[in-house]
């Protein structure tokens, strides 16, 4: 079988793994470009894809250890095959097939991101521009195929151990907002109302994130997220 080949690179504010979206998100305010390699920027290629609303996304989790590193459970009969979902807490194990982890046997994610428009470019060619990505900034991309209402969406489909934190969110507390772009202040709120910690944290302490070139310091207490400072990085 032949190797995947890089059909584009995904681009957005999120320069740094620690607040990224744990999902794709329908209502998400915050855009992202797919920016398409050479071979793969002539027109014809997305030929029809304005009368889409939704496309699937099949991307590489280019930054997450190899498989043979990961930390998989390596007491388990079967080898390195159950992961901790961040949502239930990081301390209960499920099987990597009944997961969407980024620590996999092969490192492809999937993500349904809103087509918000396709612009032309002189110097990208032609670039989508999408909301609800779940993915870091330089992002390879594999493949882009349209989403379709009447065979992608079950919407009486059970969840499994997911539906218990399908709506979960936090209260967003400003302790300053430092001047920010309405844009980059409702992304911010966005990101830090699901709680990016990780899993096996649950205390107030103050937390570090970066997005779209500012330093957000925070914490959580009581179901709440307050952002406490604000800084442009140099």
């Known amino acids: 079988m032949a190797e995947l080949q890089v059909i584009a690179y995904a681009h957005n504010g999120f320069t740094d793994k620690f ?11 915050i855009e992202t470009r797919i920016v398409f390699e050479p071979a793969f920027r002539h027109p014809d290629a997305i030929r029809g894809i304005e009368g889409f609303d939704y496309l699937w996304l099949i991307w590489g989790f280019n930054q997450v250890p190899e498989f043979n590193d990961c930390q998989f459970d390596r007491r388990s009969t079967v080898g390195k095959l159950t992961v901790r979902p961040p949502r239930l807490g ?3 194990r ?12 092969n490192h492809l994610g999937l993500s349904s991101v809103r087509l918000l428009r396709v612009e032309q470019t002189a110097k990208e060619g032609t670039v ?10 330089g992002t390879p991309i ?7 209402s009447f065979s992608d969406s079950h919407p009486d489909a059970r969840n499994g151990f997911a539906e218990e934190s399908k709506d979960y969110h936090l209260q967003v507390i400003w302790r300053t907002r430092a001047g920010l772009p309405p844009q980059i202040q409702s992304a911010i709120e966005e990101i830090v109302s699901q709680d990016p910690r990780p899993a096996y944290q649950d205390d ?5 994130m970066d997005y779209q070139g500012y330093n957000i310091a925070f ?7 307050y952002i406490e400072k604000i800084e442009q990085k140099e």
């Open 128 to 137: 989508l521009v999408v909301s609800g990505a779940d993915m870091l900034d």
């Open 94 to 105: 499920m099987g990597v097939f009944a997961t969407r982890s980024p620590f996999r046997p």
């Open 142 to 148: 594999y493949d882009i195929k349209p989403y379709l």
């Open 19 to 29: 607040g990224i979206p744990r999902q794709s998100r329908e209502e998400s305010g």
């Open 204 to 208: 107030n302490r103050i937390y570090k």
């Open 219 to 225: 914490r959580v207490q009581d179901q709440a997220v």
């Open 90 to 92: 990081g301390n209960k």
